[in-house]
């Protein structure tokens, strides 16, 4: 064998770098070890280098009504942005890149995905822009909101940039327990708000995606305040526990039945449902534990609610737990909340109720794109209907499914 050969065949395959991979190669060799404080100035001469200029990472605030400017050395730090009639806002909500003409240039918004998950928006301005730009961006604004995720553990800075207003210490605590807000695949999608934001205190939800098998559960604890964030923060953490052991629905329940007794007596309770959908089939497993029952959206109407005989609130001891199925469609929605959403009531009037909540459902339904917009929106119109007030902790889960496969995203396009 001749002694070149080897070496002609590596070069008919084309390994060379552009400018532009290795632009973002150095941006990932250096995030490793990158301290948080460091993650504003590396993007803003990342920016620079490709001719952009005046760069914000904006974060989503928790009431998820805003886009607040990161501080750090080299951002421009401005205003909070509202995310409705933004052009950040609209690459927000649509997760796609917004172009703004002004004067100096092209001002273009970014959404900051961490997977499906939305961050917020990179925000920057170039004199000119081309395809090759707009891809060049999509990928560092990919590996920002990487970045951001990522560090967001070893610091607290992205955190208080979120915070639009005092945190209440139960609230902190609900906030750790939380999974992120939203998750979108192929296949099945889903979304949550809580309110009052800064001091939502018994209401948690959590889901996991283990294979085919999405695991769902919402939680309100009785009471207000530190006492029901303790609980609601066993109950979560019992039902994580028994879900990572795979046991079924009866087994789960009777699990954190047992974990909520032992703990805190007779005497406190969680009402809970817990869920399991097979995102091949659409089929629905349920057990609801003292919770108002679900609602079934289908083409923007709620067609069924999910009504059957309760089982007890987890907690009460020994309860015997009654596990029911359904089939779904694909492009059902399926809404889980907490009955703080329909309890409010002003002194000496009625109850806001099902049956209104049910009618601002179907107004808002058609004019959202995905379960992360409807989620918000519902948020804000039902609050603004009970006449912007929020005694209780109020929350939403909304869960769409598609069914389909994911399998063409393990292959690559070469």
């Not at 501080?71 to 890149?97: C, M, N, Q, W, Y």
């Not at 309110?195 to 769902?216: F, K, R, T």
């Not at 817990?274 to 609602?295: F, K």
Request: charged share 25%; proline share 5%.
């Amino acid at each position: 064998m001749e002694k070149g050969r080897p070496q002609d065949r590596r070069v008919a395959v084309d390994l060379s770098e552009g400018f532009g991979e290795r632009l973002l190669g150095q941006l990932l060799d250096r995030a490793h070890e990158m301290p948080p404080q460091l993650m504003a100035p590396l993007v803003a001469e990342e920016v620079r280098r490709i001719g952009g200029r005046d760069v914000s990472i904006l974060l989503q605030c928790y009431e998820q009504l805003e886009l607040v400017p990161l501080p750090g050395k080299g951002l421009t730090v401005g205003e909070a942005l509202p995310i409705d009639g933004s052009f950040a806002g609209e690459a927000f909500l649509r997760k796609t890149t917004t172009e703004e003409l002004r004067d100096d240039g092209v001002r273009l918004y970014l959404p900051l995905l961490d997977g499906s998950d939305e961050v917020g928006v990179m925000a920057l301005t170039l004199d000119t822009v081309d395809d090759n730009d707009r891809r060049l961006l999509r990928r560092l604004a990919g590996l920002v909101a990487d970045m951001v995720v990522t560090k967001g553990a070893y610091t607290d800075q992205f955190f208080q940039t979120r915070r639009r207003h005092p945190m209440s210490l139960a609230a902190e605590i609900q906030w750790s327990l939380l999974p992120p807000m939203s998750m979108t695949t192929p296949q099945v999608s889903v979304a949550g708000i809580l309110e009052p934001a800064y001091a939502v205190a018994g209401d948690s939800l959590d889901y996991a995606l283990n294979d085919d098998i999405l695991h769902m559960a919402i939680i309100d604890a009785m009471g207000h305040g530190l006492n029901a964030s303790v609980l609601a923060t066993v109950a979560v953490g019992a039902y994580r526990h028994a879900r990572r052991a795979d046991v079924d629905l009866a087994e789960l329940y009777a699990f954190m039945d047992r974990a909520i007794d032992q703990q805190f007596g007779p005497d406190q309770f969680v009402t809970a449902q817990m869920m399991r959908l097979d995102i091949r089939t659409g089929r629905l497993h349920w057990v609801n534990a003292g919770h108002p029952a679900a609602l079934l959206i289908r083409g923007h109407r709620v067609v069924q609610v999910l009504e059957n005989p309760g089982t007890l609130p987890v907690g009460f001891g020994g309860a015997e737990p009654l596990t029911f199925s359904m089939d779904l469609q694909r492009g059902d929605r399926l809404m889980f909340y907490t009955d703080g959403l329909v309890e409010e009531h002003r002194a000496g009037q009625e109850q806001f109720g099902e049956g209104r909540m049910i009618d601002i459902i179907e107004q808002v339904g058609p004019t959202v794109r995905d379960v992360q917009h409807m989620a918000r929106n519902l948020s804000h119109a039902l609050k603004r209907e009970r006449g912007g007030s929020t005694s209780d902790d109020a929350t939403i889960f909304l869960v769409e499914w598609q069914g389909g496969t994911a399998d063409h995203l393990a292959t690559l396009d070469l």
